[in-house]
């Protein structure tokens, strides 16, 4: 008891006995410099185990990358070296025919792509995770959305790039169709229910607008008493009867049912949600129809890792096209130069502030390893212009590069090419303010909360195709009774503000497939265990009844030796 008392007084009351004594100036600096020379000495290390099949490895892993980037800077030198030889439009359309072949084939497999994705990947989930990743997919949608947005109002409002002196408009796209925002609206209710699921392979509901031809008698009195005597009141009586005869003719404009051309994307992801739910929900007897929408979509999939390796040729030769046509660009960039930047560093601070955070918050991991690995999809999308398009390589990143599951991408992803389109929203957001400083008009605080709702429903029913937001754009500009022509002042700019948007768009849905992963790991977990007790089980029964029939067999045998 003597001999340990001094050591509790030393461990509780004298501290500062055990503590070491403050090191000086020479001896810091000197243990700074061996770490210095430790962290050296294993750089050299690292980099003399580098070997050539090393830097093989690492060539044959990112060759497609490596590829696509060199495509991008191969069109764009291409573009500008073939401006000044002022091609005809029959040799421009001869010179952008190998960027045409890359967007007919990977439209090819957006249909079946889209289809059996999702009727796998609802078939694979109960009901009760397949609709809590479905709600926490749509807050994601629709949270950013409306982030995306915010951000676009806050830019346009900062920059203000429609103020100053602006000549006519430099583009003419023709007559823009008037579009009322409650028709846009219903269509896409519409669109969700298709009559004809042939038909909406190639077609989907549009409004058009028809004038009715009315025509009504228009009583007109007129007084003649003062220029006719009394002798010739009977004659005036009776021209007065011949004058109120008169008809006149008056137009009513009513929408009538109509049509465009167009993969009706919205009208099968409901279709196949629903017919993937309930092959799940019929257990055994969909086992057959599962499997066979799991082996068209696996063989989708093998036809995009063929396709592949095309997309850096028609990449080059669709950006270089696009610059080639291009026809003034002094005034393209003297007029809309405040434009485009406003809607690049909106678009930049969602796709590379926002969102890789948004991701950071939830999941606790690095976002820009998780983007690093989408390099080829955001790619394709850049030269593309189409979510839609870009869908089979969205796939190919994710499952294989991410890891992300199956379960999940099959399901987020179509349904996110479809109506998650923060991209197109920022944009429209930012075209209806710009258009509304074009013409001087001070919007107040409520027509720019409609302008912000009603670009966050519009980009929903945005198909997945270049240029779409353009058609979406008259409803914005609609509803807050700005004039519609004026979007002839930014149809210039419009196809690289394109590109920059889709690559947004994809980015979007991309992290969003990360983060409902992220959300829904036990459902996923909880439904492996199932499924891995289910397939436990279905393997002991033909055992035992295999045994049954040994046993039998065996008695059968020994009664004959009897």
Known sequence: MNEKSPTTASLFLNQDVDKAPLPEKGHLR?????????????????????????????????????????????????????????????EMKYFAFPGELLMRMLRMLVLPLIISSLVTGMSSLDGKASGKMGIRAVVYYMLTTLIAVFIGIIVVTILQPGKGRWDSPMANAGNIEPVQAVDAFLDLIRNMIPPNLVEACFKQYKTVYKTIVHMRNVTVTLNLTDSLNETESKLSMNLSRVLHTIQETEGETVPVPGSSAGVNALGLVVFSVCFGLVIGNMKQQGQALREFFDCLNEAIMRLVSIIIWYTPVGIMFLIAGKIVEMNNLAEVGGQLGMYTVSVTVGLLIHGLFVLPLLYFLVTRKNPFIFIGHLLQALITALGTSSSSATLPITFRCLEENNHVDKRVTRFVLPVGATINMDGTALYEAVAAIFIAQVNDMDLNFGQILTISITATAASIGAAGIPQAGLV??????????????????????????????????VLGDSLGAGIVEHLSREELQSRDAEVCHSVIEESEKPYQLICHENDSLNHHNNETTM
């Open 30 to 90: 000197s243990r700074l410099h061996r770490a210095m020379e430790r962290r050296a000495s294993s750089m050299k290390e690292r980099m003399s185990s580098v070997s050539w099949d090393c830097l093989k490895g690492f060539l044959r892993r990112n060759l497609f990358v490596l590829f696509t980037v060199a495509a991008v800077g191969m069109g764009v030198i291409l573009g500008f070296a073939l401006r000044p030889r002022n091609l005809s439009l029959r």
């Open 472 to 505: 979406t754009m008259v409803i914005v500009l609609t509803s807050v009774g700005l004039p519609t022509e004026d979007i002839t002042l930014i149809i210039a700019v419009d196809w690289f503000l394109d590109r920059l948007r889709t690559t947004t768009n």
